[in-house]
């Protein structure tokens, strides 16, 4: 499998050797949704909370008598068939909405992910990708020349300039190689990866 190099033109200037294992997978639409699936439910924190009917703050005499009124039987005004009521089921702030995912899934998954971007011409690889200082305008004229604007770069150890100049820019995302997860993949239109990072990224999915 071979990768296209651009250059600091946007310019395709060579080819790179990459391992077909992490770049020249089918593409299983079936463990990608799962992954994601996973991924997201993974991320959300159990900080919903509704009342049951024994912690609402109601009176707990019986509202109308039993019998004789014509209406019909009515115990607690907490009850969950009333407005104001109780919660048959309520939501807990202990809520588990983990996915269990195994890590050789999680690897196949990603493939995934990669090889299509790679055949779809998503995925480009550079030498390096730089900056002399934190600077957000010079981040954006430097993607703007090589004409890419909504992308994830991927970089083989965490450059603190690149990083501090894409704060800024919200379809800009700087992640290392270990960081770069499925949904950060599917979700920007280009993926830049430097060639140190394509080597990490092939150890790591290995």
């Not at 024994?54 to 109308?64: A, D, L, M, T, V």
């Not at 209406?71 to 983990?98: I, Q, T």
């Not at 305008?137 to 450059?159: F, H, Y």
Request: proline share 4%.
């Amino acid at each position: 499998m071979e990768l296209q190099v651009i250059n600091e033109q946007g310019k395709p200037s060579a080819k790179v050797a990459a391992s077909d294992n992490a770049f020249g997978r089918d593409y299983n639409e079936a463990l990608v949704h799962q992954l994601i699936t996973a991924y997201l439910a993974n991320a959300r924190q159990g900080t919903r909370k509704q009342k049951a009917r024994g912690e609402i703050n109601k009176s707990n005499k019986k509202p109308w008598k039993q019998k004789g009124t014509g209406r019909a039987r009515a115990g607690r005004a907490s009850s969950p068939l009333w407005r104001g009521g109780g919660k048959v089921f309520p939501n807990l702030p202990d809520e588990n909405f983990s996915h269990k995912l195994n890590r050789k899934m999680y690897r196949a998954g990603v493939c995934s992910i990669l090889s299509r971007l790679a055949r779809e011409d998503r995925l480009a690889v550079v030498e390096k990708f730089t900056l002399d200082g934190p600077r957000t305008k010079a981040l954006a004229a430097k993607l703007k020349g090589m004409g890419l604007d909504d992308v994830l770069i991927i970089t083989d150890s965490v450059d603190d300039n690149l990083r501090l100049s894409s704060r800024n820019l919200p379809k800009v995302d700087v992640v290392t190689a270990g960081a770069a997860d499925p949904l950060s993949l599917l979700r920007h239109a280009k993926v830049l990866v430097t060639r140190g990072a394509v080597a990490r990224i092939e150890e790591l999915l290995a």
